[in-house]
């Protein structure tokens, strides 16, 4: 069974058309990791991989692999998220350190690395939705809270997006500017979605029963295919 993501295309500074979908990817593979013991993201361009690998102690290890160069670089020890930026030159990196997260940007070999913010969100999930934003999201569960937040990567600012809904998970527009999400009930059931406008702070309900990961934004900022 696949699952199939259209995304809007860009292009590099040489011109040459880019997918951006590694967010996607990040948040799919984190939904279903109780599935599996390896998971692999790939950049926007292609020639990064960026891979969770399980020993058979049952320790993580993140990794990036270079296609190009054919370079493998460990990530910090302790990294439980990571997602590309949106022209796949850089990355945002999650570090589990004295019982809080550590949010690092870096190059794709994890050299030059900053540290922007710390947070204590649980089950933390990055998602690198548009050049200066980064959101930091709450793995999915029908019968828990869920929550949203986006660090602002130039003022160092995070704010609260979404908090306190059940079964919450979340898709971007390509601007940034509107949010595609999944709401369920207490008991994980009446599956809702609904799209956030966040200039203009007004929500509206779609009539279809789907998950934000399993729909689409075309580049209008307004479309959405599901």
């Not at 939904?31 to 993201?41: G, I, N, P, T």
């Not at 692999?65 to 990196?93: H, M």
Request: glycine share 6%; proline share 4%; net charge positive.
């Amino acid at each position: 069974c696949f699952i199939l993501k259209f995304k809007p295309t860009i292009p590099d500074a040489d011109g040459k058309i880019k997918g951006n979908i590694d967010a996607d990817l990040v948040l799919r593979a984190a939904l279903e990791s109780h599935e599996y013991d390896k998971a692999v993201v790939v950049s926007s361009d292609g020639t990064k991989i960026g891979a969770r690998l399980t020993s058979p102690s049952g320790t993580d290890k993140f990794v990036i692999f270079d296609t190009e160069k054919k370079s493998l670089k460990a990530l910090p020890q302790n990294t439980v998220s990571l997602a590309f930026s949106p022209d796949g030159l850089q990355i945002v990196i999650a570090v589990l350190e004295n019982n809080a997260y550590k949010i690092y940007v870096a190059e794709t070999d994890g050299s030059k690395s900053t540290v922007v913010t710390t947070t204590k969100i649980p089950d933390l999930m990055l998602d690198w939705y548009s050049e200066n934003n980064v959101a930091f999201k709450t793995k999915a569960a029908g019968t828990a809270y869920g929550l949203i937040y986006s660090l602002n990567l130039k003022t160092k600012k995070v704010s609260r997006v979404l908090g306190s809904v059940y079964g919450l998970t979340g898709e971007y527009s390509p601007s940034g500017e509107k949010l595609l999400y999944s709401q369920t009930n207490s008991l994980g059931k009446e599956l809702a979605l609904k799209a956030l406008d966040l200039s203009k702070k007004t929500e509206s309900k779609i009539n279809l029963v789907s998950l934000p990961e399993k729909c689409a934004w075309s580049k209008d900022n307004r479309t959405v295919f599901c």
